[in-house]
């Protein structure tokens, strides 16, 4: 199993970008896929996750409203769309995908995912 993540980069504060997890190795449309962030000094922190065949994906507080997750079971591809970027927003972003069934109240703690990408660094600075 791979999970290639990619689309990071530099913005200024209030910039937008959009994020990628190419995956490959399992079956992409019975995954529970999320996105996870690290800063720098900081525990790996959860940002956002969708079960398969769920048009609605979970968010962490920080996130809500400015960031949207999404999947494409036929490109087997989740995407994270970033708006309205912060300073704090800064960190190395890492795809992840479960190899089962997760519920509702454990899809936010990254110890039930089994597979990660390698990470992609968004810094937020003018």
């Known amino acids: 199993v791979q999970l290639q993540a990619s689309g990071g980069g530099l913005v200024q504060p209030g910039g937008s970008l959009r994020l990628s997890c190419a995956a490959s190795?399992?079956?992409?449309?019975?995954?529970?896929m999320a996105w996870f962030r690290q800063a720098p000094g900081k525990e790996r922190e959860f940002v956002a996750a969708?079960?398969?065949?769920?048009?609605?994906?979970i968010y962490a507080d920080s996130v809500k409203g400015r960031f949207t997750a999404s999947r494409d079971n036929a490109k087997a591809t989740a995407y994270l769309q970033l708006n309205s970027l912060k300073p704090e927003d800064t960190a190395v972003y890492f795809c992840?995908?479960?190899?089962?069934?997760?519920?509702?109240?454990?899809?936010?703690?990254?110890?039930?995912?089994?597979?990660w990408g390698q990470g992609t660094l968004v810094t937020v600075s003018s």
């Open positions: 992840a995908a479960s190899s089962g069934w997760i519920i509702l109240s454990e899809m936010r703690k990254s110890k039930n995912y089994d597979y």
């Open positions: 190795g399992l079956t992409f449309s019975r995954n529970v």
């Open positions: 969708f079960r398969p065949g769920n048009s609605n994906p």
